[in-house]
């Protein structure tokens, strides 16, 4: 019992203080002749709170998660942290359409093409 | 535990340099490259939901992350101090895509079983799910809570 008192004195003590470590989120990419579809794993973090920022070619998705407790910590697998992930974004995404939703902790993120680099069929014509 | 952060980025640093190097396999879609070097991160090591308990006296207060579940995907046993979460994520790749990348798991099941430090009264235990995390709020039971006795 000791042990874990101990534990949630430090937890007091050093509150808003202590910076939260960055992670890196889980991401499935996805890509047809439409769209590149991005999910990310983030538990714990509010719509409100994510931060999609594409610009020069570059994609951040960053959020903070906070885990609020109560009482006496027994055990702690995951915490309080800030998911940042960087991508490189191909040219040809129409960030205007750029699409995002948060359902249940994961982030769906839909980047449209732009009509210049869909794929285009091109019929023969019969000579 | 004085340096628990420090011990889970040690670990899970390692995980993401084999990370980094098995990705080198699946590294298809070279113009879609992640930047890596970001401190740390924090990879499932299995597909056991990670897990918080904490004891606020009267109760016990129990975080799961799940994320991508429905709440009728999860199911919650309570039996004195036995608890057994168990789920699965039904998730399908999206038809018509290409996968550039998969590092979520996709469809997933987990069970997990804990014994709790305190007998629960199963009746009046409160099940939220918020955000892809599942909180469990366990009152003790009678017998298993703390009495302050005061001297007459």
Known sequence: MSDQTEVAKREEQT???????TVI???????????????????????????????N?????????????????Q?????????ERVFSVPQGIDTDKVEAVMENGVLSLHLPKSETVKPRQIPVQAG | ????????????GAM?????????????????????????????????????????DDHLLLKAAVPGLDKDEINIKIQGNYLEMSG???????????????ERGGETFFSRSLTLPA????????????DGILTLRLPKAESAKTKRITIS
């Open chain 1, 15 to 21: 509150p808003a203080g202590r910076m939260a470590p």
């Open chain 1, 25 to 55: 989120p889980s991401v499935d990419i996805y890509e047809n002749d439409d769209e590149i579809l991005l999910f990310a794993d983030m538990p714990g973090v509010a719509k409100d709170a994510i931060a999609i920022n594409l610009e």
């Open chain 1, 57 to 73: 070619g570059r994609l951040t998705i960053k959020a903070p998660r906070l885990i609020a407790g109560e009482g006496e910590l």
């Open chain 1, 75 to 83: 055990f702690e697998e995951f915490g309080d942290v800030e998911y």
């Open chain 2, 1 to 12: 535990m004085p340096a628990r952060w420090n011990d889970f980025d040690q670990i899970f």
């Open chain 2, 16 to 56: 993401d340099l084999l990370r980094n190097r098995m990705g080198m396999v699946n590294r298809l879609f070279s113009d879609f490259e992640p930047q890596w070097g970001l401190s740390s991160s924090w990879p499932a090591v299995s597909n056991l939901p990670r897990t918080n308990l904490y004891d606020a």
């Open chain 2, 88 to 102: 699965s994520r039904q998730e399908k790749a999206p038809e018509g895509y290409a996968a550039h990348r998969l």
């Open chain 2, 119 to 130: 007998e629960i009264d199963s009746t009046k235990v409160e099940a939220k799910l918020k």
